[in-house]
């Protein structure tokens, strides 16, 4: 089934260490792809996202992400972590201009430590 | 530009009760979202609109769930004899093709089914 995988459930780190958040998907053909972070408490809210061009995309926050097509991934990076990193983010693929809705993988939880 | 608003943000109900959510899009955005968002999982797809138009419907869309979007700004969806299985968060967001079709979320409106 297509589907997008994210490996990493829950994560926690220490301030000022380095993150790598890992999504694949399973659809071929032009996809987008999107991150998203949900604060607790808050809505979701776009970090970054990849149409074309330049596979490696910079969102918001000091967050990057990279685009291979071969690997069928798009991970997200920051090489330093905040306390205020402490939420929950989400792959998402969609398939324009065939459907526009997204398909989301499960999520993974950041805990980062003081 | 104030956001994707959704009323209410809290929903109790007895099973087999009827509930009815509104959406207000962000001004303009021709295309609206409906996704539901269960504990530990990422958002999954409803339904879209294209304007007034219902264009995509998930499987996940039984038919006690309708949805309109009568004139082509607010939505409504609603959830006849609900269920305890319905108990969910319900997401909605709205996209428009001059930004990117990124779409953009609400707060969500939690629903409890007794």
New interface residues.
């Given amino acids: 089934a297509q589907s997008v995988s994210q490996h990493n459930h829950h994560v926690i780190l220490s301030e000022a260490a380095s993150l790598e958040l890992g999504c694949n998907y399973s659809y071929g053909g032009t996809v987008n792809l999107f991150w998203y972070v949900q604060y607790p408490g808050q809505h979701l809210q776009l970090l970054l996202k990849y149409f074309s061009g330049d596979p490696l995309v910079k969102g918001i926050k000091g967050f990057e992400a990279e685009f291979i097509k071969s690997k069928f991934s798009f991970n997200l990076r920051k090489p330093s972590v905040q306390w205020s990193d402490t939420a929950e983010y989400f792959c998402a693929v969609n398939r324009p201009p065939g459907t526009y809705k997204y398909i989301f993988g499960t999520g993974t939880r950041l805990k980062v430590l003081a | 530009d104030t956001g994707v608003s959704q009323d209410p943000r809290h929903k109790i109900t007895k099973r087999g009760q009827n509930v009815t959510f509104r959406c207000d899009p962000i001004s303009e955005h021709n ?1 609206l ?1 409906w ?1 539901r968002q269960t504990l ?6 409803l339904t ?1 609109f294209q304007n007034e138009a219902q264009l ?1 419907k ?1 499987r996940l869309l039984s038919d006690r769930f309708s949805a309109e979007r009568p004139k082509g700004s607010f939505s409504t969806l609603e959830i006849q004899r609900t269920e305890q299985g319905d108990s969910a968060m319900y ?1 909605c ?1 709205s ?1 428009s093709d001059s930004g ?9 409106t939690r629903l409890t089914v007794l």
């Fill in positions: 295309r979202y996704y530990g999982q990422g958002p999954e797809f879209y995509e998930s997401l967001a996209s990117g079709d990124t779409q953009y979320f609400g707060p969500g």
